[in-house]
């Protein structure tokens, strides 16, 4: 019997080969886009969820509200985790872990020079509990007295391997490792976690090391209960049985303890969950991943449901269509002795056969896809049959889903025809032809929302990037360049040596010496109060700029009143935006220039010079806020040079030979570093990564549900012209044009995508609303937006179609009328 099944189903495909095709394109083409979501979303919600009691791990978290406005920090002040040992219950483990900042690493190699690797991620300060919180394999050394002393490191294996190539890890213990001025010892090595993790760390340095250095214990801050760090974090595994809400409790009354009260701010520890931190974006990852959004997530398996039902209406709408073709097959198998089961057997083996073979097509493209779509797609995204069992079990579950829903419907419809009806050709008759029909058209319309919703997001996307990365931000973005000076070996000297080369090359027009250029995603901010005799203003997030005379007028950062900046004003006087003049009081910037800014910075005072338009300091993401912009005599605050670049002139590339002459003045200052500028329009596009990624979703996700939509509406203008062949030869002998009959045949399909722009567009709007509202500034939705998806679908629609219907309306009718 199965036998049969299969031989009946290969025979239909034969049969029909150009439907057989059509279904199997559609389908293969949306399993293989599920399957590679499937992939991604896997990915990522596997991470962390292999640790021993992972449901006990927690991250301690720093909440603030600043004027009422929360802002969210994972790291915590120095004190608290050495606070917290004899004064916190219900702690079966607490981990301090401090990263190190992109220190540069030497290993020294005897008489040869040594090796240097430059700004090394995932440097870390720890101690033993660590490695009981997170569980190594050890190649080397011993978990419970690798980090006790000073001066003491243990490494990954892959690490290890890049420091010491070509030695066993015995053979490392012993070796020397260099973190910028900190010298250490290997005392172990480590394999790297095989599962998915953020805990991505590969050197870790022993904490009683950063007690025994004194810059490394300033950093540190074990005084600042105030002062939080990102590169500080906390990690508790708590006892069974103990309450989250206790031990918060706890935390925040040793803050309150030590921490006095503060106007317009308020500071609060919390626990997060561990299972939480990968996808937590307000307080960032642990490590060098980045956080995954869940939305993000819960929208790709969308797209993924969406592509999976859009090939599986083209089958339902074909085998639907196609019913009048196998009803006398149906009469005939009835009247032999077939029950309906057995028919509804044999439907849905010719259904999961075509599902069967749309997946091992998807398999194929699948490694494909990911190599196409690697700079969208994190690195451990991968496909392989052998080390991820998971993929098997989630073929076989999508391929008997995909049956169902693909073929379920068909075969109940098919199987129900009465032998006596169909063998007399009346199949149609009891209304069953209106039916199906209504069932048909239903599924294209759905099919048309589908893709002109898709047609309409990117659209909308498209519109909102264009928007942000061509928005005048209040400062010149073109043609400028910024270089970081060495952050450890920078000095004044060779700064200014270096700036004065900078200066006399004849492609540049001007340099500044600062530290963050105008919009930048590292921002500093500071308290001040200002008095004016009747009221105090007092805000703790006042922006900070840091530059010379040259800053404002590089950027084209136009002065409101005031003077600028001057080589005088370190300490003692600022400039202020539009927005801190108006928020301190002065609707005219003039009036608030020579006014004097109380305990800026918690106790100096400043003099307000000048006062310039406002400009994005961030994203378009966030709103302007108030702003200072000052001279400093630390050189960690002009450590970058701002370098505007002469206008290129007849077509001349003077900016590549700018380059190549800053980069030849960079190294006869700073011989062993390395090179880097970067443009300033190119920092501000990596803002906007995120919606890019989105938008390139957004893109392939419209071209598939197009191309499948299209696809089945191919099949039914294929089936309907051949339905309909002798109704228009008869139509062509009474004398009816060609361009009247492909308007009978088109006028049916362009009422439908009418019907589903009608459906599609206020759900369109709400989506893209919602969506806009993660934008301080933003563009607006325009009529074109909606106009243009419809235009365009119809015309994918008609281009598609047209062909067969301007074949069926041409044929000669004597070939179609000859057999009547």
């Known amino acids: 019997m199965i036998k049969n099944y299969f031989k009946v189903a290969f025979r239909g495909f034969w049969r029909h080969k150009l439907f057989t095709l059509i279904n199997i394109t559609g389908l293969s083409i949306g399993i ?424 309409m997001a990117t659209v909308m996307v498209s519109k909102q990037i264009y928007f942000a990365l061509n928005k005048d931000m209040g400062f010149k973005k073109q043609g400028i360049l910024t270089v970081a000076a060495p952050f450890h070996n920078a000095n004044a000297n060779d700064n200014q040596v270096l700036l004065n080369k900078f200066r006399a090359i004849p492609q540049i027009d001007m340099v500044s010496m600062g530290n963050d250029e105008p919009s930048s995603e590292n921002t500093s901010s500071t308290e001040a109060t200002y008095h004016d005799g009747k009221k105090e203003i007092h805000t703790e997030n006042l922006a900070e700029k840091f530059g010379d005379e040259n800053y404002i007028t590089l950027y084209h950062i136009k002065l409101l009143a005031g003077r600028n900046l001057q080589s005088g004003d370190i300490g003692k006087a600022f400039l202020i935006n539009n927005t801190f003049a108006q928020l301190i009081g002065f609707q005219d910037p003039k009036q608030a220039v020579g006014k004097v800014v109380d305990n800026f910075n918690g106790d100096t005072h400043m003099r307000i010079i000048g006062v310039v338009s406002d400009f994005h300091q961030e994203s378009i993401h966030a709103p302007i806020a108030p702003l200072a912009i000052m001279t400093s005599p630390d050189e960690n605050f002009r450590n970058i040079f701002h370098i505007a670049l002469k206008p290129q002139t007849n077509g001349e590339a003077n900016w590549q030979a700018a380059i190549a002459a800053m980069q030849q003045a960079w190294k006869q200052v700073y011989v062993n570093d390395d090179f880097e500028c970067h443009f300033l329009d190119d920092n501000i596009a990596h803002f906007y990564d995120s919606e890019q990624r989105t938008a390139t979703l957004l893109r392939w996700a419209t071209g598939l549900s197009v191309l499948i939509s299209c696809l089945g509406l191919l099949g039914l203008a294929i089936y309907t012209a051949n339905q309909r062949t002798k109704e228009i030869g008869v139509r062509k002998v009474l004398g009816a044009s060609v361009a009247q009959i492909v308007t009978l045949l088109s006028t049916e399909m362009v009422l439908l995508i009418l019907l589903a722009f009608v459906i599609v567009c206020p759900l369109a709007w709400y989506a893209m609303t919602k969506w806009m509202q993660g934008f301080a500034d933003k563009t607006t939705i325009n009529w074109w937006v909606f106009a243009l998806s419809a235009a365009g679908m119809l015309v994918a629609a008609l281009v598609t179609s047209g062909f067969q219907t301007v074949k069926a309306a041409i044929a000669n009718p004597v070939n179609s009328l000859r057999s009547e």
């Open 32 to 455: 293989s886009a599920s399957l590679v979501i499937y992939l991604i979303v896997q990915h990522d919600f596997t991470f962390d969820k292999f640790h021993k009691d992972s449901d006990r791990i927690y991250r301690v978290v720093t909440n603030f509200t600043f004027s009422g406005q929360p802002a969210y920090n994972p790291g915590v002040c120095g004190p608290l985790p050495w606070a917290i040992k004899n004064q916190v219950t219900g702690l079966q483990l607490s981990v301090p872990v401090f990263r190190l900042l992109l220190p540069d690493v030497v290993i020294p190699k005897g008489q040869s020079a040594p090796v240097k690797f430059r700004q090394q991620p995932n440097v870390v300060f720890a101690d033993s509990s660590y490695f009981k919180l997170i569980s190594y394999k050890w190649m080397a050394g011993s978990a419970l007295t690798a980090l006790n002393e000073p001066d003491r490191v243990v490494l990954t294996a892959d690490q290890a391997t890049r420091y010491f190539p070509g030695l066993s890890y015995d053979k490392m213990i012993g070796k020397t490792v260099i973190y910028d001025t900190v010298r250490t010892t290997v005392s172990g090595i480590i394999a790297p976690l095989a599962e998915n993790s953020d805990f991505t760390f590969h050197d870790f340095i022993s904490y009683p090391t950063a007690f025994a250095n004194p810059g490394l214990k300033m950093q540190l801050n074990l005084r600042n209960w105030g002062g939080t760090n990102t590169l500080r974090q906390l990690f508790f595994k708590l006892s069974p049985g103990t309450s989250v809400a206790n031990v918060e409790r706890q935390l925040n009354t040793i803050l309150k303890i030590n921490l006095a009260p503060q106007k317009d701010k308020t500071q609060k520890f919390a626990l997060q969950p561990l299972s939480d931190i990968h996808f937590d974006t307000r307080y960032g990852a642990i490590g060098s991943y980045d956080t995954a959004n869940k939305t993000t997530l819960y929208c790709l398996l969308g797209i993924a449901l969406f592509l999976l039902l859009l090939g599986c209406i083209n089958f339902v709408n074909l085998s639907t269509a196609q019913a009048t073709q196998r009803a006398k097959e149906i009469g005939v198998r009835k009247t032999m002795g077939s029950t309906r089961a057995q028919l509804i057997w044999q439907f849905m083996t010719e259904t999961w056969i075509t599902t069967f073979l749309a997946i091992v097509i998807a398999a194929f493209l699948a490694p494909f896809i990911i190599r196409l779509f690697s700079g969208f797609i994190s690195e451990g995204v991968q496909f392989d049959l052998v080390k991820q069992p998971g993929i098997i079990l989630f073929l076989i579950l999508l391929s008997v889903l995909v049956s169902i829903l693909a073929g379920f419907y068909p075969a109940m419809i098919l199987s129900g025809y009465k032998p006596v009806e169909v063998l007399k050709n009346q199949m149609a008759s009891g209304g069953s032809k209106s039916r199906n029909a209504w069932m048909r058209k239903s599924l294209i319309v759905s099919q048309f929302v589908i893709a002109q919703f898709f047609i």
